[in-house]
């Protein structure tokens, strides 16, 4: 598998935006029109108001197509269910700081199985929440929306986090990526990439679109 870095631009669909009856022919569709990694939201009902998904449909892609699975838990215990990930097949897994557990023993628990690991900040939380942990990470994942549905409108205020974000990375001698997660399509993915962040998770944008090659195509060369 290729090895990801932080100055590749790295688009990954969401399945959220997917058609849930042919989940299998979706990941190959995305696969077919250029996506890089696909993005998986879990939501647990609790950590955020919605309900998705959980490791049997990231198993079921995981066995039935090949594309760098980046699965975003939001859920109240990471630290309870993350072997059901890892075993799912997850090749990504990240992991809310605003979540019941501990942080650093989730995330030493995620590399060692293998796995890239990442954390995720909400909208209202600051960076500074972010510090203890950039030297245990892969990825810091920004959310540009309240968490738990998809379709939100990007909220650009987030984009001195981001910004922050990259400056804190080149001062710390680190190579994290950085994910913006929500309302992102050519326009917003433009300002976020301006900001800073590399990997664009873009649902509603690709998977609704006419013509998903094109779209993802177009979010990559803005």
Known sequence: MKKWQ??????APSLLAADFGIVKEETTRAIHSGADWLHLDVMDGH???????????????????????????????????????????????????????DVSQTLKRIREAGCKAGIALNPATPIEEALPYLDQIDMLLCMTVVPGFGGQSFMEEMMPKVARAAELRSELGLSYHIQVDGGIGVETAAIATDAGANVLVAGSSTFSARDMGQAIQAIREV
């Open 47 to 101: 950590f955020v108001d919605n309900i998705s998904f959980g490791p049997a449909i990231i198993q079921a892609i995981h066995e039935t197509n090949d594309i760098f699975l980046d699965v975003h838990l939001m859920i109240s215990r990471p630290d309870h269910f993350l072997p059901r990930f890892i075993e799912a097949g997850a090749d990504m897994i990240t992991v809310h700081v605003e979540a019941d557990h």
């Open 6 to 11: 932080y100055t590749d631009r790295i688009i």
